[in-house]
């Protein structure tokens, strides 16, 4: 039974309905299931506010009370709310430093598995494929992404700096996700639709990528 809305919630009916929604998408297409995953969008850029998904909610049938709303050190705002996920600090960086809108994170079996068979050179190359021009901005098939791999770490705030210290190190690199070994997906946009976008265009690239190595090792 969906509980009732918190008081200080109701004025973000409208993003909590597009979570949810994004949410059962998630679930129903094998990339969030269980408790798995976590998702975001920017409620306020001065002081940042975010409403983040609680932790521990079916992300398939997330109710209106399931989320909150947090700063930019992750904090409930105000107190007294469910904890929100234990990655939230990594929400509050892409919103901080790539002026994400919204930010989702699964654990599809093929960001998986490929995170780790892939984390000895640190990242996947994505190139040549039309369906990149899905990506904000890319106008052409002949696009170049790199998609970095970092090590799964329960130390949250250790994983934020590296992420952090990454971007910062290739500041003119195309940026528009990440994934965590043996973990999942870190992709955002300007907007949830912008996002959700993003996430179904590199979701689709790495199914591409593990069928076809797939393919090569049956031939």
């Known amino acids: 039974m969906n509980q009732p809305l918190p008081e200080h919630l109701t004025p973000f009916r409208h993003q909590i309905a597009g979570l949810q929604q994004v949410g059962h998408q ?122 970095p791999i970092f090590e799964n770490t329960q130390d949250i705030a250790a994983l934020r700096e590296e992420v952090e210290r990454y971007w910062k190190s290739n500041p003119h690199a195309l940026c528009f996700a990440y994934l965590i070994r043996k973990h999942g997906l870190y992709t955002w946009g300007n907007h949830l639709p912008a996002a959700t976008r993003h996430l179904e265009v590199i979701e689709f690239l790495l199914d591409c990528m593990g069928r076809r190595m797939s393919l090569r090792g049956s031939a």
């Open 26 to 147: 998630c679930w129903q297409r094998g990339w969030s299931l269980g408790t798995s995953s976590n998702y975001s969008v920017v409620l306020e850029r001065e002081p940042l506010r975010l409403l983040v998904t609680a932790s521990g909610k079916d992300k398939g049938h997330l109710q209106d009370s399931d989320f909150v709303i947090v700063d930019s050190e992750g904090r409930p705002v105000p107190e007294g709310q469910p904890k929100s996920s234990a990655e939230t600090l990594l929400h509050c960086s892409a919103a901080q430093h790539w002026k994400a809108g919204a930010v989702l994170h699964t654990h599809s079996p093929w960001a998986t598995v490929l995170s780790d068979l892939f984390f000895a050179q640190r990242g996947i190359l994505l190139e040549g494929y039309e369906f990149l021009k899905g990506f904000e901005g890319v106008t052409s098939h002949q696009t170049t992404l790199w998609v």
